[in-house]
């Protein structure tokens, strides 16, 4: 095997490098006017992710206004569930609602994972365009929702603030809950083994309500449907490192990286750098973990917090990242001024 040149898949591959390589959550969305105008142009949310020419074009804009050392793939963690079979939308200030799988005869109505292909072509094809266009020492990330925050909206419908009816579900209905993780598990195998085929270098799983869970129901439900995913991919694709991100799981990360074979583990924001450091960075590399807010306010915080990130982590494998994704309301120039910040690290 070659060893990869790219900064980001050295760091992957567990490199200590003396400027880390950096990209961020959301990097291509609404905080860009250049976005803005392609997002109307494409009609709705869903006419973006499934146009690979609009898709493709999102995808790069922030590549070339801030030279990220990396690209995401546009699209969104719901677009599974759509290929099972499941209604979506988004509605316009209110965020995505689903059709709920909440009993039996819900979830026998639900596709085979391996049928999920004929509706995700198109971001397959995005990923192929992305592989030819973007500059040669950028990296390519594929990424999917992890199945217990992805039945955490298939069960409610909609996003919800402690996922009571995906945790109620655990309890009161363990063999269709089981079963409707079994099939997003299955499917998001396929997603993601056909994201690399088409050119993804990387991968990242969001598993972004893994918070709420316990400790018992974090480990039935984050790290063993990570484990079943990471096997089978490292299986088919040795070498394409995965990203985990457990949002929210504080403390747990370290269980996280001791339970799997992740090779990078995304920390949110409320993880003290050090901790992950002293914690995590022996087994795998680490990503994260400035404040989105800060991208907002802008200002000495911003320097000041990204410094502090950056001399914790300076000894390990690191990728320069947020605590989770930007947000609407950011300032641009506060983003040039963290990539300035990042690429003068000493």
Not at 232 to 253: D, M, Y
Request: proline share 8%; charged share 20%; aromatic share 6%.
């Amino acid at each position: 095997m070659t060893p990869p040149t790219k900064t980001l898949l050295r760091a992957l591959a567990g490199e200590t490098l003396p400027t880390p390589p950096i990209w961020l959550m959301r990097q291509a969305g609404r905080y860009l006017p250049e976005y803005r105008a392609v997002r109307e142009k494409a009609g709705g949310f869903l006419d973006l992710c499934y146009n690979p020419d609009l898709a493709t074009e999102v995808t790069l804009q922030p590549i070339r206004r801030f030279g990220f050392d990396a690209a995401i793939l546009f699209a969104d963690i719901l677009l599974v569930p759509q290929a099972l079979g499941a209604k979506l939308a988004f509605e316009a200030g209110e965020g995505p609602r689903l059709s709920t799988v909440i009993r039996k005869e819900d979830l026998a109505v639900l596709k085979p994972a391996s049928a999920v292909h004929e509706t995700l072509s198109p971001i397959y094809e995005t990923v192929r365009r992305l592989r030819s266009e973007l500059p040669s020492h950028v990296a390519l990330i594929g990424f999917a929702g992890a199945p217990w925050t992805v039945a955490t909206y298939m069960i409610a419908g909609r996003g919800t603030p402690d996922q009571a009816p995906a945790r109620r579900m655990i309890v009161e209905a363990p063999e269709l809950f089981a079963a409707l993780l079994d099939r997003i598990t299955e499917a998001t195998i396929e997603y993601l083994d056909a994201q690399i085929e088409a050119g993804a270098e990387a991968v990242k799983i969001f598993d972004s309500w893994a918070g709420p869970l316990n400790f018992e129901d974090f480990e039935t439900c984050c790290i063993a449907p990570f484990n079943r995913i990471a096997a089978a991919l490292k299986e088919r694709h040795p070498n394409v490192p995965i990203i985990g991100f457990p949002r929210g799981a504080g403390a747990r990360s370290a269980a996280f990286v001791k339970a799997t074979d992740a090779d990078a583990i995304a920390i949110d924001q409320s993880v003290d750098p050090a901790w992950a450091a002293e914690n995590l960075q022996g087994k795998c590399a680490v990503q994260g973990n400035l404040d989105p807010l800060l991208l907002v306010t802008g200002g000495a915080r911003l320097e000041s917090q990204a410094r502090r990130i950056l001399r914790a982590l300076r000894n390990g494998p690191h990728v320069f990242n947020l605590g989770h994704g930007i947000t609407p309301d950011a300032d641009p120039d506060n983003v040039a001024r963290l990539v300035e910040i990042v690429r003068s690290a000493e």
